[in-house]
């Protein structure tokens, strides 16, 4: 029996589990919990250990299928499985949500986490989500990531549609395992289909009532938050410790002048002040809203900026 | 203080480098074309320094990302401040790496000048 393994990875809500349901012959393993997390405006369960499947692609052959928690708290489980469970997987398939405000910053983002994972194996982009976004394409996708000189694979899939994402491992696997009857597989699966229709939405539903402030104090590492208006007018505030506030309020006046005297320079993202035993202060801006947040310092500022920018695109829904 | 920019800038790292005390600036590798980049640099981590110190608090390390770059600042010793440029893509503990170096130097330059005496 050949056994083949595969990883899928990607940011909360990217469609981890719901792809490794769509493919599997058996039923899946996966270990949600509450979210606790910058996502939990965007829903309430996520996987905390892995998702397992198993895909059978001929008698004598099947495919493991693995996918790593979506949430920064859970990382070190990306460790463990690139360490142990799937140290000899044929790929790394990494899916990003087209919704997102800036989904290159998630690639970037996973590229760095697992780049040792990647050197000896394949990696494949799988764009989900863009039925609800279009933009960016897939010619403005190979674009971009030739600029960041990253030459793989890049397909548009609907985590739902189990022929969809059944794509993606034929691009994996095809020119290593011979014989297999993809279209014979595809009718199999199609019970899996979570497609509009069987879909449930009562999770989304859920978390409607969920503010900025309270997504942001819910995450790890986070321990206070300021929200400002476009006007960088603070709409609301929690911040414990009076120095941290008062710090991270002259962050804030600094980010604001800077917009007005160097906007010529480019946007003004981010203004981030760490120190050695020090809370990190953070203030993350874009055009409608801006989000000042102290952090625990063992956070690295990779993390909080993912949070951060997790936190102000959800908070526009 | 140059030797030490020389030690702090490296290709695909840190594109250019200052050493400011206060409002002053001792030394620099920031070309023309960034001079605003640097002006920036200087005034906001002044600022935000000294509003830390203010509050007694001990951050001593500021990234300030605008547009594709980013404008790094570590506080050395007292009010000496090394700003580093780098790309936005940049790996940050790369940066980071670099500054320890220059702190590094300057501690062994005081130490050195300390063991004439």
Not at chain 1, 49 to 55: F, N, P, S
């Given at each position: 029996?050949?056994?083949?393994?595969?990883l899928f990875?990607g940011?909360?809500?990217?469609g981890?589990t719901t792809a490794?349901k769509s493919?599997?012959?058996i039923?899946t393993v996966?270990?949600?919990?509450s979210v606790?997390?910058s996502?939990?405006?965007?829903?309430?369960k996520?996987?905390?250990?892995?998702d397992?499947?198993?895909?059978d692609?001929?008698?004598?052959?099947r495919?493991?299928?693995?996918?790593?928690?979506g949430?920064?708290?859970?990382k070190?489980?990306?460790e463990?499985m690139?360490?142990d469970l799937v140290?000899?997987?044929?790929?790394?398939?990494?899916?990003?949500d087209n919704?997102?405000?800036?989904p290159?910053k998630?690639?970037?983002f996973?590229i760095?986490?697992f780049?040792?994972?990647?050197?000896r194996?394949?990696?494949?982009?799988?764009?989900?989500h863009?039925?609800e976004?279009?933009?960016p394409?897939?010619h403005?996708?190979?674009?971009?990531?030739?600029e960041?000189g990253l030459?793989?694979?890049?397909l548009?899939?609907?985590?739902r549609?189990p022929?969809?994402?059944l794509e993606?491992?034929?691009?994996l696997?095809?020119h290593?395992e011979?014989?297999?009857?993809?279209?014979?597989?595809?009718e199999?699966?199609?019970v899996?289909?979570t497609m509009?229709?069987?879909?449930?939405?009562?999770?989304v539903?859920q978390?409607?009532?969920?503010s900025?402030?309270d997504?942001?104090l819910?995450?790890r590492?986070i321990?206070?938050?300021?929200?400002?208006?476009?006007?960088?007018e603070?709409?609301?505030?929690?911040i414990?410790?009076p120095h941290n506030?008062?710090?991270?309020?002259?962050?804030?006046?600094l980010v604001?002048?800077?917009e007005k005297k160097?906007?010529?320079?480019?946007?003004?993202?981010?203004?981030i002040?760490?120190g050695k035993?020090?809370?990190?202060?953070?203030?993350?801006v874009?055009?409608e809203q801006?989000?000042g947040l102290?952090s625990?310092r063992e956070?690295s500022?990779?993390?909080v900026?993912?949070?951060a920018?997790?936190l102000?695109q959800?908070?526009?829904? | 203080?140059?030797?030490?920019?020389?030690?702090v800038?490296?290709p695909?790292?840190?594109e250019?480098?200052?050493?400011?005390?206060?409002k002053?600036?001792?030394?620099s590798s920031?070309?023309e074309q960034?001079?605003n980049?640097a002006t920036?640099?200087?005034?906001?981590f002044?600022y935000v320094?000294?509003?830390?110190?203010?509050?007694?608090?001990?951050?001593d390390?500021?990234h300030?990302e605008?547009?594709?770059?980013?404008?790094?600042g570590?506080?050395?010793k007292?009010?000496?401040?090394?700003v580093c440029?780098s790309?936005?893509d940049s790996?940050i503990?790369?940066?980071?790496k670099?500054a320890?170096?220059?702190s590094?130097?300057l501690?062994?330059?005081?130490?050195?000048?300390l063991?004439?005496?």
């Amino acid at each position: 029996m050949a056994e083949y393994k595969v990883l899928f990875t990607g940011s909360v809500c990217s469609g981890k589990t719901t792809a490794i349901k769509s493919l599997s012959d058996i039923e899946t393993v996966d270990t949600d919990t509450s979210v606790s997390d910058s996502a939990i405006r965007r829903k309430r369960k996520t996987t905390i250990a892995m998702d397992y499947g198993i895909l059978d692609l001929k008698e004598d052959s099947r495919l493991h299928l693995y996918g790593t928690p979506g949430q920064e708290r859970f990382k070190f489980m990306w460790e463990l499985m690139m360490s142990d469970l799937v140290h000899d997987a044929e790929g790394l398939v990494l899916l990003v949500d087209n919704t997102r405000a800036d989904p290159f910053k998630d690639i970037q983002f996973y590229i760095e986490e697992f780049r040792d994972f990647i050197v000896r194996r394949r990696l494949i982009i799988a764009v989900t989500h863009s039925d609800e976004q279009e933009f960016p394409d897939h010619h403005f996708y190979m674009n971009r990531l030739k600029e960041m000189g990253l030459f793989t694979t890049v397909l548009f899939i609907d985590a739902r549609d189990p022929s969809s994402v059944l794509e993606v491992i034929k691009e994996l696997l095809d020119h290593k395992e011979k014989g297999i009857d993809w279209e014979a597989m595809g009718e199999r699966l199609e019970v899996n289909s979570t497609m509009p229709g069987a879909v449930k939405q009562d999770e989304v539903a859920q978390t409607e009532d969920i503010s900025l402030m309270d997504a942001a104090l819910n995450t790890r590492g986070i321990v206070g938050a300021i929200h400002l208006d476009d006007k960088r007018e603070v709409l609301s505030s929690k911040i414990e410790n009076p120095h941290n506030r008062e710090i991270l309020k002259a962050m804030v006046n600094l980010v604001s002048a800077l917009e007005k005297k160097a906007g010529f320079l480019g946007h003004i993202e981010d203004l981030i002040l760490c120190g050695k035993d020090q809370e990190t202060l953070s203030v993350f801006v874009d055009e409608e809203q801006a989000l000042g947040l102290c952090s625990d310092r063992e956070l690295s500022i990779n993390v909080v900026k993912q949070q951060a920018a997790d936190l102000l695109q959800w908070s526009k829904e | 203080m140059i030797e030490l920019l020389n030690l702090v800038d490296h290709p695909g790292v840190v594109e250019c480098s200052s050493i400011l005390k206060g409002k002053e600036v001792l030394a620099s590798s920031f070309p023309e074309q960034y001079k605003n980049h640097a002006t920036i640099a200087k005034q906001s981590f002044n600022y935000v320094f000294a509003t830390a110190a203010k509050m007694k608090s001990k951050h001593d390390e500021a990234h300030l990302e605008i547009g594709d770059k980013r404008l790094s600042g570590f506080l050395l010793k007292g009010d000496l401040i090394l700003v580093c440029l780098s790309a936005k893509d940049s790996n940050i503990q790369q940066v980071r790496k670099q500054a320890r170096q220059a702190s590094a130097k300057l501690l062994k330059d005081e130490l050195e000048e300390l063991s004439k005496f």
